[in-house]
């Protein structure tokens, strides 16, 4: 299959600029995170710095090579028990474990010379360790041998070289947080850090200088990261369990959904939007992190939003991202630790706090019938490649000084170089037991620990490169045949991003995979500019469900329609301009550099009329589409990044929600917030005045119609969809027609029909409708086209316009059409019965007779009378001789009717349920 390179450049480059270490420093908490051990100063020789007994005494000591507890740091108990320690590598020859009582500015207080199983892990177990404890390692190989006259403190003790032969890169200098830690202290560069005149810098090998230091010698412990050890039970709530076709995805970052300060009017905001009630202010101090999204939840549910997907959540290196201009790392794709909820985004930063958390805000999600799915980043990790062409410089933080060969991917003939075909410097070495096993272990921890309902694996294809050393993609490759095992065992999602740099497998992923469907993207991208020419696909191929990829690959709910992403442009900004401004553009909303030059976008000639119609027709296409729709946060409102397609690097308002954009007619022409670049005017106003985004009304509406419709959520191929030309004839080319009738029979799947009309052609097409079925007709219940902004374009079917004889599309727009019954009352059918309390009726009563006779004696004073419709859909009214017509509730009467003394006449007027069939019952008492 042709690889699409101009596609992957959007990702790849903000990768790759997120790998460089920004040295700034900006205003953000310094406090230094702790726990309840004392500082103590190390007395004795390496490895031996423990007490004799109770607490932090090593527990049964000459047993630990023999033992098989797992890795990661695990209490046998409680918090306060033992702790049981294990940490993978098979080319370590000697591994200390280190207990610190301080994440920063302290030397370790006890550490331990761990032991070596026939399993390659290195194990200690410590006595009744207090709960939150921090520790860390620092490990010897080949290319750095132990040595006695090694010592904390920059020695070079040992030193042979910084990688050898066989690619290891031990380095006793550099601590080493736990790769299966369930949180991680704080990133390799924070505030604190730069304030003390440090940088990132300290953490490389390499013969370079550091502070007037060989760098490899540079002793990093009072600043390294620091493993957590904690046991936490916090419950994340019923799963929802929400069958695979439904899904209705919206990508979302967490900082950027609630961190711009509308988040704290959101009542006052959503006002009067039916389905929204619930939704509540988010405090400020809130905002942008896990409790917020959790409160968030009932917007999402009132939305129509059954399924959030977030941005990275994985600890990732943001603790210096600025916010007053470009730089660091918002989307968070450089992944340090895999069990480890970053803590930037928790309220609650303390030790422990961000497990908490995240579980809370997922029970919140599954309080509201939605699932929480991760984008999860295996592919590489945050310690990037080489920092230079000797070779010799690299990150050295975790995996890397744990064990580099097992960890990473290397070139067969130069182990000091990496093969990766990520663009950020290294490739996880997949094809590794020990590695396909920590990630499957990861994907469980979140499952079963964490709540967490699917993944997206982000550059997906290097989880099937198994084979070293060419590393070629494996479709069979063991560890996605393990991770596809784990949607049955453990009711999950697991999408694939099915391309890396090196190739593009689409529909080639195992079955039970899900699939990123880029075909479907760039096909509809360029159909809806008036583009047939398709993408691998056709427009049409793309809207049917991708037959021809995933028929065989699990159907049509293994295929996940996107048009837009995070990295790329948002809606608005593809309907609004023909290029990126990236480079052009001042904070908040830029500058950046990278992003894809291959966009198939179209700014509308500039037309805002124009541009508010197209981004309609993206949505109804979408929604519409037999497959997954997965959204993007702000979309539903036409969120803006003033044409930056790639802002990998912004932490503003450019990347945040701001939902005053909701309670305006003309959303762009808001204020931003904050100072600096303001909003691009891209849409103006919608023609209805009346305060409210109608953008927004459209897409809620339109994401709810998907959600209650059998036929707009099918996970295969059973309901027959028809493709022909607008006047309904034969020879329809979904690579050539740009005017489409689609016919949608959802009658074969117990639903209605469903009738559209695309037109994406310069000039207005009539169009007819095809035959409904016996007893229907059409209804049109929406217009994308602009003259129907009056009515926000959607019409409830009840009160819809009945479609009779031909059409005429508008240029650039969509109709869509439902099949509903007609209402009719049924000839001489009017009413099954009818009859009066203390009398009876002559003749006697038949549903083609309209005049009857009653008597009663004079001593009864009223009567009720009582009338049975035979059309569930008609209206019944009674009238006493020439009075006004009542209603009759339930078929009866409100009240007694009073008689007067001779002859009175009652009627009953059954009104059809079409609003204009009447018939008379008339009865004279």
């Given at each position: 299959?042709?690889?699409?390179?101009?596609?992957?450049?959007?990702?790849?480059?903000?990768?790759?600029l997120a790998c460089q270490s920004p040295l700034q420093i900006v205003d953000a908490p310094t406090s230094i995170i702790s726990n309840s051990l004392e500082a103590r100063a190390l007395t004795q020789g390496v490895g031996l710095n423990y007490p004799a007994?109770?607490?932090?005494?090593?527990?049964?000591?000459?047993?630990?090579?023999?033992?098989?507890?797992?890795?990661?740091?695990?209490?046998?108990?409680?918090?306060?028990?033992?702790?049981?320690?294990?940490?993978?590598?098979?080319?370590?020859?000697?591994?200390?474990?280190?207990?610190?009582?301080?994440?920063?500015?302290?030397?370790?207080?006890?550490?331990?010379?761990?032991?070596?199983?026939?399993?390659?892990?290195?194990?200690?177990?410590?006595?009744?360790?207090?709960?939150?404890?921090?520790?860390?390692?620092?490990?010897?190989?080949?290319?750095?041998?132990?040595?006695?006259?090694?010592?904390?403190?920059?020695?070079?003790?040992?030193?042979?070289?910084?990688?050898?032969?066989?690619?290891?890169?031990?380095?006793?200098?550099?601590?080493?947080?736990?790769?299966?830690?369930?949180?991680?202290?704080?990133?390799?560069?924070?505030?604190?850090?730069?304030?003390?005149?440090?940088?990132?810098?300290?953490?490389?090998?390499?013969?370079?200088?550091?502070?007037?230091?060989?760098?490899?010698?540079?002793?990093?412990?009072?600043?390294?990261?620091?493993?957590?050890?904690?046991?936490?039970?916090?419950?994340?709530?019923?799963?929802?369990?929400?069958?695979?076709?439904?899904?209705?995805?919206?990508?979302?970052?967490?900082?950027?959904?609630?961190?711009?300060?509308?988040?704290?009017?959101?009542?006052?905001?959503?006002?009067?939007?039916?389905?929204?009630?619930?939704?509540?202010?988010?405090?400020?101090?809130?905002?942008?992190?896990?409790?917020?999204?959790?409160?968030?939840?009932?917007?999402?549910?009132?939305?129509?939003?059954?399924?959030?997907?977030?941005?990275?959540?994985?600890?990732?290196?943001?603790?210096?991202?600025?916010?007053?201009?470009?730089?660091?790392?918002?989307?968070?794709?450089?992944?340090?630790?895999?069990?480890?909820?970053?803590?930037?985004?928790?309220?609650?930063?303390?030790?422990?706090?961000?497990?908490?958390?995240?579980?809370?805000?997922?029970?919140?999600?599954?309080?509201?019938?939605?699932?929480?799915?991760?984008?999860?980043?295996?592919?590489?990790?945050?310690?990037?490649?080489?920092?230079?062409?000797?070779?010799?410089?690299?990150?050295?933080?975790?995996?890397?000084?744990?064990?580099?060969?097992?960890?990473?991917?290397?070139?067969?003939?130069?182990?000091?170089?990496?093969?990766?075909?990520?663009?950020?410097?290294?490739?996880?070495?997949?094809?590794?037991?020990?590695?396909?096993?920590?990630?499957?272990?990861?994907?469980?921890?979140?499952?079963?620990?964490?709540?967490?309902?699917?993944?997206?694996?982000?550059?997906?294809?290097?989880?099937?490169?198994?084979?070293?050393?060419?590393?070629?993609?494996?479709?069979?490759?063991?560890?996605?045949?393990?991770?596809?095992?784990?949607?049955?065992?453990?009711?999950?999602?697991?999408?694939?991003?099915?391309?890396?740099?090196?190739?593009?497998?689409?529909?080639?992923?195992?079955?039970?995979?899900?699939?990123?469907?880029?075909?479907?993207?760039?096909?509809?991208?360029?159909?809806?500019?008036?583009?047939?020419?398709?993408?691998?696909?056709?427009?049409?191929?793309?809207?049917?469900?991708?037959?021809?990829?995933?028929?065989?690959?699990?159907?049509?709910?293994?295929?996940?329609?996107?048009?837009?992403?995070?990295?790329?442009?948002?809606?608005?900004?593809?309907?609004?301009?023909?290029?990126?401004?990236?480079?052009?553009?001042?904070?908040?909303?830029?500058?950046?550099?990278?992003?894809?030059?291959?966009?198939?976008?179209?700014?509308?000639?500039?037309?805002?009329?124009?541009?508010?119609?197209?981004?309609?027709?993206?949505?109804?296409?979408?929604?519409?589409?037999?497959?997954?729709?997965?959204?993007?946060?702000?979309?539903?409102?036409?969120?803006?990044?003033?044409?930056?397609?790639?802002?990998?690097?912004?932490?503003?308002?450019?990347?945040?929600?701001?939902?005053?954009?909701?309670?305006?007619?003309?959303?762009?022409s808001i204020s931003t917030g904050t100072t600096g670049e303001a909003y691009h005017n891209n849409f103006g106003a919608d023609g209805l005045a009346d305060g409210k985004n109608g953008l927004f009304l459209f897409t809620k509406n339109l994401i709810n119609?998907?959600?209650?419709?059998?036929?707009?959520?099918?996970?295969?191929?059973?309901?027959?969809?028809?493709?022909?030309?607008?006047?309904?004839?034969?020879?329809?080319?979904?690579?050539?027609?740009?005017?489409?009738?689609?016919?949608?029979?959802?009658?074969?799947?117990?639903?209605?029909?469903?009738?559209?009309?695309?037109?994406?052609?310069?000039?207005?097409?009539?169009?007819?409708?095809?035959?409904?079925?016996?007893?229907?007709?059409?209804?049109?219940?929406?217009?994308?086209?602009?003259?129907?902004?009056?009515?926000?374009?959607?019409?409830?079917?009840?009160?819809?316009?009945?479609?009779?004889?031909?059409?005429?599309?508008?240029?650039?727009?969509?109709?869509?059409?439902?099949?509903?019954?007609?209402?009719?009352?049924?000839?001489?059918?009017?009413?099954?019965?009818?009859?009066?309390?203390?009398?009876?009726?002559?003749?006697?009563?038949?549903?083609?007779?309209?005049?009857?006779?009653?008597?009663?004696?004079?001593?009864?004073?009223?009567?009720?009378?009582?009338?049975?419709?035979?059309?569930?859909?008609?209206?019944?009214?009674?009238?006493?001789?020439?009075?006004?017509?009542?209603?009759?509730?339930?078929?009866?009467?409100?009240?007694?009717?009073?008689?007067?003394?001779?002859?009175?006449?009652?009627?009953?007027?059954?009104?059809?349920?079409?609003?204009?069939?009447?018939?008379?019952?008339?009865?004279?008492?």
């Amino acid at each position: 299959m042709k690889v699409k390179y101009a596609f992957y450049s959007i990702f790849l480059t903000s990768l790759i600029l997120a790998c460089q270490s920004p040295l700034q420093i900006v205003d953000a908490p310094t406090s230094i995170i702790s726990n309840s051990l004392e500082a103590r100063a190390l007395t004795q020789g390496v490895g031996l710095n423990y007490p004799a007994s109770g607490a932090y005494s090593p527990v049964n000591q000459a047993q630990w090579g023999t033992q098989t507890w797992p890795v990661g740091a695990n209490y046998v108990g409680a918090e306060g028990t033992n702790l049981r320690i294990g940490v993978y590598s098979a080319n370590a020859t000697k591994m200390l474990l280190e207990i610190y009582s301080s994440a920063t500015g302290v030397e370790a207080s006890y550490d331990y010379w761990m032991t070596k199983g026939s399993d390659n892990v290195w194990r200690a177990e410590i006595a009744s360790v207090p709960g939150k404890a921090l520790y860390a390692f620092r490990a010897w190989g080949p290319n750095w041998p132990y040595n006695t006259a090694w010592t904390r403190n920059n020695s070079a003790s040992g030193f042979i070289s910084d990688v050898d032969a066989a690619g290891n890169r031990f380095n006793p200098n550099k601590v080493l947080y736990d790769p299966y830690t369930r949180e991680m202290s704080h990133d390799k560069e924070t505030p604190a850090l730069f304030a003390a005149g440090h940088d990132g810098g300290m953490f490389g090998s390499g013969d370079g200088l550091y502070k007037t230091i060989v760098r490899r010698n540079y002793d990093t412990a009072k600043w390294a990261p620091k493993s957590v050890a904690i046991k936490d039970a916090t419950s994340f709530g019923i799963k929802p369990a929400i069958p695979e076709k439904d899904s209705i995805i919206y990508e979302a970052h967490v900082r950027g959904l609630t961190q711009h300060a509308s988040s704290s009017s959101l009542t006052t905001i959503l006002s009067g939007i039916p389905g929204l009630e619930a939704v509540a202010n988010i405090p400020a101090a809130y905002r942008g992190t896990y409790k917020a999204a959790g409160l968030f939840a009932p917007y999402l549910k009132g939305l129509g939003i059954n399924v959030i997907e977030l941005l990275p959540v994985h600890e990732t290196a943001n603790d210096i991202n600025p916010d007053t201009g470009s730089g660091g790392n918002f989307w968070g794709y450089m992944t340090y630790g895999y069990f480890a909820p970053d803590r930037r985004y928790a309220y609650d930063k303390s030790l422990g706090g961000p497990t908490k958390e995240f579980k809370e805000m997922v029970k919140a999600f599954h309080d509201q019938g939605i699932e929480v799915w991760l984008d999860v980043v295996y592919n590489h990790t945050g310690e990037g490649g080489n920092w230079d062409a000797t070779k010799k410089t690299a990150e050295v933080t975790s995996f890397r000084g744990l064990d580099n060969q097992t960890y990473y991917a290397l070139v067969g003939t130069d182990k000091a170089s990496y093969w990766e075909t990520t663009g950020c410097g290294n490739n996880v070495n997949t094809g590794n037991p020990a590695v396909s096993t920590l990630i499957k272990d990861s994907l469980k921890y979140f499952i079963n620990d964490m709540g967490v309902d699917g993944f997206r694996f982000d550059l997906a294809p290097v989880l099937g490169r198994d084979f070293a050393p060419n590393y070629g993609f494996n479709a069979g490759a063991g560890l996605l045949s393990d991770i596809a095992a784990m949607t049955t065992t453990y009711n999950v999602e697991m999408v694939a991003e099915a391309w890396d740099i090196g190739t593009y497998q689409v529909g080639n992923f195992p079955n039970k995979w899900a699939e990123w469907n880029g075909r479907y993207r760039d096909a509809t991208r360029k159909f809806l500019k008036g583009d047939t020419s398709g993408e691998g696909i056709s427009y049409s191929d793309g809207f049917y469900g991708d037959f021809g990829n995933f028929n065989d690959q699990g159907g049509a709910r293994k295929s996940v329609n996107f048009i837009v992403a995070h990295d790329g442009f948002t809606l608005a900004d593809l309907v609004s301009y023909d290029s990126k401004t990236n480079t052009a553009r001042l904070w908040p909303f830029g500058p950046s550099d990278g992003g894809s030059d291959s966009n198939q976008s179209w700014g509308s000639g500039g037309d805002q009329n124009l541009r508010r119609q197209r981004f309609r027709n993206f949505w109804v296409w979408q929604i519409f589409s037999r497959g997954l729709p997965m959204l993007v946060y702000g979309d539903e409102f036409a969120r803006t990044q003033n044409g930056n397609n790639n802002p990998y690097n912004i932490d503003s308002v450019a990347t945040w929600n701001n939902y005053n954009q909701i309670a305006s007619d003309n959303p762009h022409s808001i204020s931003t917030g904050t100072t600096g670049e303001a909003y691009h005017n891209n849409f103006g106003a919608d023609g209805l005045a009346d305060g409210k985004n109608g953008l927004f009304l459209f897409t809620k509406n339109l994401i709810n119609l998907r959600k209650g419709a059998g036929a707009l959520r099918q996970g295969d191929y059973t309901m027959p969809i028809y493709f022909s030309k607008a006047d309904g004839s034969a020879g329809y080319n979904g690579y050539s027609d740009r005017a489409v009738r689609i016919h949608m029979d959802g009658s074969a799947v117990g639903d209605a029909d469903y009738l559209l009309f695309v037109n994406m052609w310069t000039a207005q097409v009539s169009y007819n409708a095809p035959t409904p079925d016996a007893g229907k007709k059409w209804v049109r219940i929406l217009d994308t086209s602009t003259w129907a902004e009056s009515t926000n374009n959607y019409w409830p079917e009840a009160s819809a316009w009945t479609l009779a004889g031909a059409y005429g599309q508008n240029a650039w727009s969509i109709s869509v059409y439902k099949s509903v019954d007609i209402n009719q009352v049924v000839v001489n059918a009017d009413l099954s019965s009818l009859s009066l309390s203390g009398a009876s009726l002559s003749p006697a009563f038949a549903a083609g007779t309209t005049a009857y006779t009653s008597s009663v004696a004079n001593a009864v004073a009223s009567t009720t009378i009582t009338a049975v419709k035979a059309q569930a859909g008609s209206t019944l009214q009674y009238q006493v001789g020439t009075g006004a017509w009542i209603a009759l509730t339930s078929g009866t009467a409100s009240g007694a009717i009073a008689l007067n003394v001779g002859a009175n006449t009652l009627n009953v007027k059954v009104t059809g349920s079409d609003g204009t069939t009447v018939k008379t019952y008339s009865t004279t008492v």
